[in-house]
């Protein structure tokens, strides 16, 4: 069973950092390219960023580039988000996703950021 | 950036109608689009790839169709579990549509 679980959420003051991982099993996770979309309270899904399976380059949201950073270990089938320079607009559920054959086919549960003083 | 209108945002129905979402992308994005549903706390579930396709396990009263920059997912027969919010993404550049909510009338 593919398994995606998020961790590392919680309380930053503004222009704060945290990092976010994901932990990935049932599946040959160094295959799968993986994406992190993030999904305000009350709203909508936003897609952030996207990786390829290999680690080497990633993709980001206009809203996030610069402050974010998507990595991997594929040894630990572990994604990290890096998260500086936080703002209130950040506060939101992310969640780690998997991007099948032809779309995001496998998703976490989510990890809650909250970005107040 | 290519960007995804969803309509309506909001789509009150009975138990056994017949609905249809549409999504339009601002450029062709061919058929490269995904459709979700999203239940109140918790993660989305894939249910349309590459506009038509059914995902495995997907009942089939779902059905996507369309190509270029109009897009349509439809419930042939609404049951119960249905009333969720979907969500249209394309897979150019991932963006999602803003969503309709699907509400019992």
């Known amino acids: 069973e593919v398994q995606l679980v998020a961790s590392g959420g919680g309380l930053v003051q503004p222009g704060g950092s945290l990092r976010l991982s994901c932990a990935g099993s049932?599946?040959?996770?160094?295959?799968?390219?993986m994406h992190w979309v993030r999904q305000a309270p009350g709203k909508g899904l936003v897609w952030v960023s996207r990786?390829?399976?290999?680690?080497?380059?990633?993709t980001y949201a206009d809203s996030v580039k610069g402050r974010f950073t998507f990595s991997r270990d594929n040894a630990q089938n572990t994604l990290y988000l890096q998260m500086n320079s936080l703002r209130a607009e950040d506060t939101a559920v992310y969640y780690c996703a998997r991007e099948g054959v032809f779309a995001i086919d496998y998703w976490g549960q989510g990890t809650l950021v909250t970005v107040s003083s | 950036d290519i960007q995804m209108t969803q309509s309506p945002s909001t789509l009150s129905a009975s138990v056994g109608d017949r609905v249809t979402i549409t999504c339009r992308a601002s450029?062709?994005?061919?058929?490269?689009l995904a459709w979700y549903q999203q239940k109140p706390g918790r993660p989305p579930k894939l249910l349309i790839y590459?506009?038509?396709s059914l995902q495995s396990g997907v009942p089939s009263r779902f059905s996507g169709s369309g190509s270029g920059t109009e897009f349509t997912l439809t419930i042939s027969s609404l049951q119960p579990d249905d009333f969720a919010t979907y969500y249209c993404?394309?897979?150019?550049?991932?963006?999602f549509g803003q969503g309709t909510k699907l509400e019992i009338k």
């Open positions: 450029q062709s994005i061919s058929t490269w």
């Open positions: 990786i390829n399976s290999d680690g080497d380059s990633a």
């Open positions: 049932g599946f040959t996770f160094s295959s799968y390219w």
């Open positions: 590459k506009a038509s």
């Open positions: 993404q394309q897979y150019s550049s991932y963006t």
